[in-house]
Nanobody, 123 residues
Framework: QVQLVESGGGLVQAGGSLRLSCAASGLIFSTYAVAWFRQAPGKEREFVAGISWSSSSTGYADSVKGRFTISRDNAKNTVYLQMNSLKPEDTAVYYC????????????????WGQGTQVTVSS
């Protein structure tokens, strides 16, 4: 079956960096668009960044533009989220999600999800 497994979360001070990874199995990964979402306590899940199957197209939430970079390595069935200049408001559980064709910022359009990885940014 399809599995998405996130890793790389942790505790970091404000201004620091983390790189999240999303490893996929059970699907033809190179044909799927992938996105990162996050959910803070008491808040709705929100779109963070997305990347097309070929890496030709990427998109970011305004809150992370210029600080986060999404990339993928189809040979390794993995998508990455490089997070720099982290802020306390970036604290959340981060999820990766996959869907065919193009990315979208709407979480209910994604059939496949990982279990999430916690990112905590201290001030």
């Amino acid at each position: 079956q399809v599995q998405l497994v996130e890793s790389g979360g942790g505790l970091v001070q404000a201004g620091g960096s983390l790189r999240l990874s999303c490893a996929a199995s059970g699907l033809i990964f190179s044909t799927y668009a992938v996105a990162w979402f996050r959910q803070a306590p008491g808040k709705e899940r929100e779109f963070v960044a997305g990347i097309s199957w070929s890496s030709s197209s990427t998109g970011y939430a305004d809150s992370v533009k210029g600080r986060f970079t999404i990339s993928r390595d189809n040979a390794k069935n993995t998508v990455y989220l490089q997070m720099n200049s982290l802020k306390p408001e970036d604290t959340a559980v981060y999820y990766c999600a996959a869907r065919g064709i193009a990315t979208t910022s709407h979480p209910n359009q994604y059939p496949y999800w990982g279990q999430g990885t916690q990112v905590t940014v201290s001030s």
